[in-house]
Structure formats: C-alpha cells, structure tokens
C-alpha cells in the first residue's frame, strides 16, 4: 500500500522497475518489427532510434502507420508489471483500447508536450498513467513530472483565474530536468500531476509507451468504451 499512499496521498508518481522484462522486451522488439524502417539487417532499437532522428516529420508520421496492427500493446504494458497494477485498482480493469506509442526526436523546435495533466483530456480521476522508455533514457530526452502539492496548487490558481495552461503552466517548462530511467524502469502517475517534456541535445530519437487503467469499480468520466475496454489480469 505504500506505492498507493505515495501516488494518492504523496506526490502523486513513482518510478518503479519493470516485473517481467520478458514481455517489456517482446514489447520493444515488436515495435522495431511492425515500424520497418531499417533495411540493412540491424534491426534493433539503436538503429531504428538513430533512422528516426535523421527523418522528416513526415516520414517518422509515415511510418507510424506500420503501428495500426500494434494492437495488444495495452495489455503488453500492464502485463509487464501486473503486481503494481493490481495493487492499485485490483484485477478487472478498464484500459486504454489503444495505447500510446511516442517518438521524440531530438534538436530545437521538437519539443511534443508542454505542461499538461490528464485530467484536461476527460480522464477520471481514478485513472493511473504507466509510460516506460523501450531503451535506456540517460539524457534530457524523458518527461517531467511536477509533484502533486504544486500541481494543486497551480490548478487552483488556474481555475480562480479561468484559464486552462496559462501562462504560469507553460513556464514550468523552464528549467526542468526530465528523469534518466534505464530500460525495464517506469513511472506511474495519477491525472493531477503536471507533466510534460523538453527540448533534449541527443543523436538519438527517444521512443517510450504509455497505457491509461483504471479499476471497473471506480466511474468514468468524459472516456467511454471508444476509449477504454474491459481486462482482466490473468
């Protein structure tokens, strides 16, 4: 319970490690498979990473239309770390149909998140966030996280103010430091914490999952059955 104190009660995320790294590595070889955009027999996750960093928008957009068929990557992630899932919202769960495959890559101009929270997307409040690297992530290439005290504090402020990322939210994004994880680490979060990420010096593209649950017992919000579907940990 002390992981759920820490994301409920505490500050509201965690880095945690990956329980079974078999199928975080079935995960990441899958993407290198299904995104085909090596050529010369080294087909791995440096070298699809040092391709992306090298490619137009417009063909990194291309290619992720090779991900369309990616679609038991939601139950890969939870199945990657079910005692943490469990521990948070039990065994039957609502999870995200289809979840989020990211590529960043680096150089100015390419930051793809400012300051956000889940909640501004319709997630419950119930709902937790898994996002894990499928390499090591020992650059500024990662997200950061506001803890949750100040992430509260901001909306409240937001809120009185009526506006929705202002000016105090988008600033955070100076002087942040992105957390360096290895490969078969995480981090799980709740919807209030701010988060978002940074422009990073790199020569590689950084590529990282994420997956939504939340317990069946606990109601929706503005996310339904397009969004979300039933599973079970096996």
């Known amino acids: 319970m002390k992981l759920k104190d820490e994301l409920i009660k505490g500050k509201g995320y965690s880095i945690f490690s990956i329980e079974n ?42 290619s992720m239309i090779n991900l369309l068929s990616f679609n038991n990557l939601s139950e890969m992630i939870i199945n990657s ?47 937790f966030v898994i996002w894990t690297p499928l390499h090591d992530l020992d650059d500024s290439g990662g997200v950061y996280y506001i803890d949750q005290k ?16 202002g000016p ?10 992105p957390a360096k994880l290895k490969f078969g680490q995480g981090i799980v979060f709740n919807p209030f914490i701010l988060h978002g990420n940074v422009n990073f010096k790199s020569s590689l593209a950084r590529i990282a999952c994420n997956v939504r649950f939340q317990s069946i017992k606990k109601p929706l ?3 339904n059955t397009d969004y979300l579907k039933y599973y079970k940990i096996p």
């Open 21 to 62: 790294m078999k199928e975080l590595e079935i995960l990441r070889d899958s993407f290198v498979k299904k995104i085909n955009i090596t050529n010369n027999g080294n087909a791995d996750i440096y070298n699809v990473r040092k391709k992306l960093a090298k490619m137009p928008k417009s063909e990194i957009n291309k």
């Open 81 to 127: 770390c079910p005692s943490l899932v469990k521990s948070l919202c039990g065994k039957e769960l609502f999870i995200q149909r289809r979840a989020h495959t990211i590529i960043n890559v680096p150089g100015k101009g390419q930051q793809k998140q400012w300051t956000h929270y889940e909640l501004m997307s319709g997630i419950s409040p119930f709902t």
């Open 150 to 165: 100040e992430s509260l504090r901001m909306m409240r402020i937001e809120q009185n103010e009526g506006l929705v990322n």
């Open 168 to 177: 105090r939210i988008l600033n955070l994004m100076q002087n942040q430091k």
């Open 221 to 223: 919000l503005q996310k």
